[in-house]
């Protein structure tokens, strides 16, 4: 398929082949408005009989198929997905069906044939078209073993306006329907799609009234002697209209000028053309389509990226060739990389080309984060920015290229990257000794049987399919957000020193004896007058946002979001461990990529689930304090765990969180019943709830979106506020 591109109002006079000089005779290619009256052939084949059209589908029907396919992966225009559609055999002999191109997708598909007595055939593509929609599947002819069918001849010069036509198809997933209609028209409009999907273009489509919807498409349009007129694509929703592609457009016949440019790909023709009434003649080099259509891609992360194709870059007003986001994946959608995204940087290093953009990600190992600026073709003019982090745990498997093999149909896989690249495994830095020591240090903070660590007036209740964890933004009472962030900005600076730098060695004998024993140092805290209470002070260098992310492909236990935010209370602290606690509607499984933002200083560093109680509502989470660094380490501290004695009604307790600008929030309440007993529902689908708790209930309600810790007046963290995760059957 060759392409060239002129004016809407030139007039084509002459075209010659300049290479080897051969002349054209001069032709006027402008075809003649075609008439809406009906013509007397037209006339004459309405003349059938009921007789003449059973016979002419007890021929047509057994050629007919029902496709069932699969794209198992987002390519070019089309999603990943399945679906029913509808083919006809053009050749027994060879085992060839036609379709059209949306149906036989330009990316990896697994489709099958099933015909008229529910024999199933596999087929594979065999032919895409690059702008019309029709495509071919290939088929072992020698598979069908119980079915007599016959192959459908074509008759496109049959079109004509008035002419009676049955569209033969799974219409509606019907297997077999036979619609009736009468052509209309001739000179009808490609139908537009979709904005940013396949839309085919150059070509006029026929339109009848046959009412045709899903499962219909790759239907023959048949006259009443059983040739196949045109071919059905495509249909108006909200009304009756059908759309067809002539069949000239397949294979059969070409317009001449189609002809000379397909017979003259990779050459100059000088083009004579009429422009507002002047002739002149202009040179073009003949481009093959299919060179500007991509057939391989890449695989990173889940996501899917290749080279911008033809049909994507008019609709997205972008050039060939750019680096196109098909589906994000898990990687670039955690990022806020969108579908259809144009990747214009890595690193820092631009990628015009998917090489480009292999080269620069070869170089990221495991756990790196690096800077990606992208475009929309909805935002075409703007940049944007994001940081992305290379996957670390290996959810998916490395980057790998698939190219397509139009002989066999299927797609070839080998590795995008060697071996020998910086892309390699970043383990988590904890050796066995701190593996074991972090299981040791579990036994000595776990809750015993029965013991209050959360509350009820913070339960989570969310419908299914949001993530439903704590956000921290809620309360706001009391606290005085000028005051706080200029306090934190002095701790920083004291723990930096008074020039700015951090200590080169590594160590404190400050930070060494306040984490040895795992306890708040014994310090005076200075409170502003505006501030809410020493709890807040005393609690703040404790908390972390957590935010955590689940792959797609590990959505394990009924979990039924990927994106979770909540307030965690460090519990253990060491030179070579850190431990956080937080509620498992927040952690919900241990496959999930977890990063920490701590209140006590402004630094973002991964973690790792290392335990997940399996009746009460707690999960345990694991950093490295060394990435920190020392001003980090020094200015985080655990938090003092107070089980003795219990809370009793009455007790005044200091409800402390962190709020999304991780500053610090609380509010005093009173305990009314300190031992209420939970009752979590079940939900639809299986997945955890918290059993056999007794929870505290305080008498303020601080929403559902608020998670942190009760404290005394004196910082000692006496319980778990904690956000748990039920269904609520939403009714309208």
Not at 343 to 361: H, P, R
Request: aromatic share 8%; charged share 20%.
């Amino acid at each position: 398929m060759a392409e060239a591109i002129l004016g809407s109002l030139d007039v084509i006079k002459k075209v010659r082949v300049s290479d080897d000089g051969i002349s054209i005779a001069e032709e006027q290619l402008l075809k003649t408005r075609l008439p809406m009256e009906i013509d007397s052939g037209a006339a004459v084949e309405n003349l059938a009989t009921a007789e003449d059209w059973r016979k002419a589908l007890s021929r047509v029907v057994p050629a007919v198929v029902v496709l069932r396919t699969t794209a198992c992966r987002a390519f070019d225009t089309e999603p990943a997905g399945s679906g029913y559609a509808t083919g006809f055999i053009v050749d027994k002999k060879r085992g060839i069906i036609l379709t059209n191109r949306h149906v036989v997708k330009p990316g990896p598909i697994v489709a099958e044939a099933v015909f008229l007595n529910r024999e199933e055939i596999p087929v594979h593509p065999l032919y895409r078209d690059p702008v019309h929609d029709f495509g071919f599947l290939h088929f072992d002819p020698g598979a069908v073993q119980f079915l007599e069918y016959e192959e459908i001849p074509f008759a496109p010069e049959a079109a004509s306006v008035g002419l009676e036509i049955r569209v033969v198809g799974n219409d509606s997933g019907e297997k077999v329907s036979i619609l009736s209609g009468t052509i209309a028209r001739l000179d009808r409009d490609a139908p537009p799609y979709k904005r940013d999907g396949y839309n085919d273009f150059n070509t006029f489509y026929m339109q009848a009234a046959s009412g045709t919807k899903g499962g219909s498409s790759g239907s023959p349009v048949i006259d009443c002697k059983g040739c196949a007129v045109a071919l059905n694509a495509g249909s108006k929703t909200a009304g009756a209209s059908a759309y067809f592609l002539p069949l000239e457009r397949v294979v059969t016949q070409f317009l001449r000028l189609e002809v000379l440019l397909d017979d003259n790909v990779g050459k100059h023709i000088d083009i004579e053309l009429e422009r507002g009434g002047a002739t002149i003649t202009v040179t073009l080099l003949i481009q093959d389509l299919h060179s500007i259509t991509p057939n391989f891609f890449l695989e990173v992360s889940g996501g899917v990226v290749h080279p911008l194709s033809y049909q994507q870059a008019r609709n997205f007003r972008f050039t060939c060739g750019l680096v196109y986001v098909a589906d994000p994946g898990y990687m670039l959608s955690r990022a806020g990389v969108p579908k259809h995204a144009i990747i214009k940087k890595l690193a820092g290093e631009e990628t015009s080309v998917l090489d480009d953009f292999i080269a620069v990600y070869s170089k990221l190992s495991r756990g790196a984060r690096v800077p990606l600026e992208f475009l929309t073709y909805v935002d075409r003019h703007r940049s944007k920015s994001v940081l992305v982090t290379v996957d670390r745990h290996e959810w998916y498997a490395p980057p790998q290229l698939y190219v397509r093999d139009d002989s066999t149909g299927l797609w070839n896989v080998k590795p995008a990257i060697s071996t020998t690249s910086a892309f390699s495994l970043s383990l988590f830095g904890s050796s066995n000794g701190e593996q074991q020591q972090l299981l040791s240090t579990y036994d000595n903070i776990s809750t015993k049987e029965g013991s209050t660590v959360s509350v009820v007036n913070g339960v989570e209740k969310s419908c299914e399919g949001e993530a439903t964890g704590s956000s921290g933004e809620s309360v706001q009472a009391s606290d005085a957000p000028i005051i706080e962030s200029e306090t934190k900005r002095r701790r920083v600076n004291n723990l930096l020193g008074g020039d700015g730098l951090a200590n080169t060695d590594g160590t404190s004998d400050h930070f060494e004896h306040n984490i040895a024993d795992n306890e708040v140092a014994e310090e005076t805290v200075t409170i502003p007058a505006s501030s809410a209470s020493t709890a807040e002070h005393v609690i703040e260098p404790t908390l972390v946002m957590m935010e955590v992310h689940i792959p797609p492909s590990a959505m394990l236990d009924g979990v039924h979001a990927q994106h979770f935010f909540g307030t965690g209370v460090i519990v253990h602290h060491s030179q070579s461990l850190g431990l956080v606690a937080v509620d498992r509607n927040t952690v919900a499984i241990s496959v999930s990529d977890v990063m920490l933002s701590f209140a006590a200083y402004p630094i973002e560093i991964p973690a790792e689930v290392v335990f997940l109680h399996p009746v009460h509502n707690f999960a345990l989470v694991a950093y490295d304090p060394a990435a920190l660094g020392s001003a980090g380490a020094a200015a985080v501290r655990a938090a003092t765990l107070l089980s003795e004695p219990p809370l009793s009604r009455g007790d005044a307790v200091y409800l402390v969180g962190l709020n999304r600008s991780l500053q610090a929030t609380s509010r005093k309440s009173v305990v009314t019943n300190p031992s209420v007993a939970l009752n979590v529902g079940a939900a639809d689908c299986p997945r955890y709830r918290a059993m056999n708790m007794e929870v505290i209930e305080v008498d303020t309600d601080f929403g559902h979106s608020f998670s942190g810790v009760l404290a005394d007046e004196l910082g000692r963290v006496q319980a778990l506020w904690a956000s748990f995760s039920t269904q609520v059957f939403c009714t309208l």
